[in-house]
């Protein structure tokens, strides 16, 4: 009887050379022969290819200068360890008739994961296929879908249960929108990195506050009047890194994936939004208050302050020192205001490649710092006469 036909899960890949001329014939009956009962009758060859375990041995051969030298294909429906004693087996065929022979094992194809790569391929195929020729009505059907998924994804944040997407906790930076429906939309659309303030009437959530403290934060803001009220409401008690706004006329909730992607490819910082309403848009969001000290009054350092600035320039860090310049304590500008907070060290100065807010001012003033040296300036209320808060631009313009 000869071998039944298999649907194999690995194909075992070897190579033979003889010292000799022969045929195919001649390298399967080596293999049958010299293998047989070396490891018992449940591993020969001969009785795994009459139960369907190993399939057909195959052979391509190229003779040359009285030579043979051939590729073997063994498929097998073994699982892996049994499949591997047998590639190992057909390893130990030393002659081919009278000529001199050795087998390598070259590969052990896994014939199922071959398999798989074809589905996948042809699943996107179908998926390109039934895209082109989906009906308006299935798209609806599609979108309503994604609707529902983003949905049952939005959870409660906070003790005041505000919506958010699943990833405001993993992220570095989150992006505050107005309402529920505004979450939705952007997690629908793959942003879950989104928290809602859910209204402003009964205040800025607290939650918001202790976020913004601790995260890179967007505020997303709706086309219209009401989004400036509520970046107005925000910059009161939270720090804002960046500010988006979804185009003239239109709420975050009602954007297209597009318009998403483009009003937070295109958001500001919080000076570039100030200074764009000081320069000509009207705004009831409050400017800076000029905290900057004259050119006059700039200090001297014990180091060279520009190179200094230089190497900050794009590291997100901060830098503490003490009465002596010398350094106490270096970290990321989002660690600083708890740093501030809990440290025991006498701080005399502060560079930081970050915003300087009214907290960390407050924060500075407590620990008694008399300068920080900053990259930008945020809306201030209050800052220490002793005090001195000197910009990057500002300081390199001077020693220039």
Sequence with gaps: MGALTIVAKYMIVAQ???NGSVDKSDIIGAMFSQTEGLLGKDMDLRELQMMGRVGRVEVEIV???GKTKAKIYIPSNLDRYETALVAALIESVERVGPYPASVKVLEIRDLREEKRKRIVERAKELV????????PDTKEIIDKLKEDVAKAEVIEYGPEKLPAGPDV?????????????DVVNLV???YRNVIALEGISKGIPQTIV????????TVFIDGDKGGELVLKELLKVAHVDYIARAPPG????????????????NKVTLEEWLAQQKTGEKTEVPPPQPTVQPAEAMPQFPFDISKKIEEMLGT?????YDANWTLLKKMPVRELPDFLATTGDSIYAIILDGITTQRIVDLAAKKGVKMIITARVGPLTKVPEDMKIITFEKLTQKVQ
């Design 63 to 65: 003779e040359k200068n």
């Design 210 to 217: 202790d976020l913004s403290k601790k995260k890179s934060i």
């Design 250 to 265: 239109k709420e975050v909730e009602q954007l297209t994936a597009k318009e998403i992607a483009k009003a937070l490819r």
């Design 128 to 135: 390109k296929l039934i895209e082109e020729e989906i009906l």
């Design 316 to 320: 997100l860090e901060a830098e503490v």
């Design 188 to 190: 629908k659309h793959g």
């Design 16 to 18: 033979i050379e003889v």
């Design 169 to 181: 906790d993993k992220s570095d930076s989150i992006i505050i929108v107005e309402g529920r429906a």
